[in-house]
């Protein structure tokens, strides 16, 4: 399942001002902004339908324009499941001049309007922008324009997630991911006190349901096994709780479409330490497996965190809890999502 940031870097992959998704209003139907604009300038340039020597005066990349965009507005229409008589009433326009459109002979005056702002440096859309839209467009332009190509589709990704529905609902399951050791069990545990919400640990919710510890499953299943359990129990827990604190392991990061859930159903925050603490803080809870499996533990740690770092930065926010206590974390966690 490809993420929200590639799907919109495939549909508007035009200027930059493009790349930000939002609605308008047409006539009382609410439709994505970049297909109403499109409607809008066919059908609203001029409602009197082209006469012949229109159509025989058009430059031939002019008469491949106007069937391309009867062609676009035909698509466009079908693809809401309207009738032509539907859409011609709800733009106000003839059902005849919404036949010609769509036949590829749109009135004369679109191409002037489009030579003008062909001139202008400019589209057709951007003159018929509204002075608040068009405030936006520069403010997206000037805003991504500053962003390193590689950190785009991220922007992107983060951009899809605060527009996408049920965002405001997403806030409100706060997701702890990282690797053992980062504390994510601890400042879940508080955290979820403090708001008086569930807390969940999703490795205990995998062992309910599999009806066995994970190392038991691991053994026999295998690991993808567990990642399918894993996205089964992640569907659940989201399904049943609007609001909670998950605490998930940081393997998560390497399923995609598991990934993808969480980032878009939960605002998720990326708790990291230092290597060393990492391994302390499992060694103090008793575990001394580590150690004992391998000398180069410590070396095999930080590869493991090295590798899984650009996933987890797709988290909404980061909290390092190197040389924190957990009642200095807390309270680090609590004024960070607060701010946020």
């Known amino acids: 399942m490809e993420s929200p940031a590639l799907r919109i870097k495939a549909q508007f992959h035009g200027n930059l001002a493009e790349k930000c998704v939002f609605s308008i209003f047409l006539k009382g139907n609410i439709v994505p902004c970049k297909m109403a604009r499109e409607i809008y300038n066919a059908l609203m340039q001029n409602a009197l339908p082209a006469s012949p ?6 430059p031939g990349a002019e008469r491949e324009f106007l069937s391309m965009l009867g062609a676009r507005v035909r698509a466009l229409r079908e693809r809401m499941a309207f009738t032509r008589k539907h859409l011609a009433s709800v733009a106000d326009v003839s059902e005849r001049y919404l036949g010609q459109l769509e036949a590829g002979e749109g009135n004369i005056s679109i191409i002037l309007l489009r030579r003008v702002a062909e001139a202008l440096g400019s589209t057709i859309p951007d003159l018929l922008q509204s002075e608040q839209e068009a405030l936006v467009e520069r403010l997206m332009r000037r805003f991504l324009r500053r962003v390193p190509v590689h950190q785009l589709e991220e922007v992107l990704d983060r951009l899809a ?27 879940g545990e508080r955290y979820a006190a403090a708001l008086g919400v569930p807390f969940i640990e999703l490795d205990r919710e995998i062992e309910r349901s599999a009806g066995m510890p994970l190392s038991d499953l691991f053994m026999l299943n295998g690991q993808g096994g567990y990642r399918r359990l894993e996205r089964i129990c992640l569907e659940r827990v989201i399904k049943d709780n609007d609001q909670a604190v998950i605490a998930v392991g940081g393997g998560i990061v390497g399923e995609p479409e598991s990934f993808d859930l969480l980032l878009s159903r939960c605002f998720t925050v990326w708790i990291k330490a230092s290597p060393e ?10 575990d001394l497996r580590p150690m004992a499996q391998s000398p180069e533990a410590m070396d095999e740690l930080k590869r493991l965190l090295k ?27 609590q004024r960070l999502i607060d701010r946020n």
């Not at 020597?53 to 058009?58: I, K, L, R, T, V």
């Not at 609902?169 to 400042?187: C, F, N, P, Q």
């Not at 603490?277 to 008793?286: A, D, K, L, P, T």
């Open 53 to 58: 020597e229109d159509s025989e005066q058009a």
């Open 161 to 187: 997630r605060e527009a996408a529905t049920g965002s405001e609902a997403r806030r409100d399951r706060i997701a702890l991911i990282g690797t053992r050791g980062a504390g994510k069990s601890t400042l």
């Open 277 to 286: 603490e990492h391994m302390s803080r499992v060694i103090s809870q008793g």
């Open 307 to 333: 590798s899984r770092e650009p996933a987890c930065q797709k988290a909404d926010l980061t909290l390092d809890t190197s040389g924190l206590t957990a009642d200095a974390a807390l309270l680090r966690l």
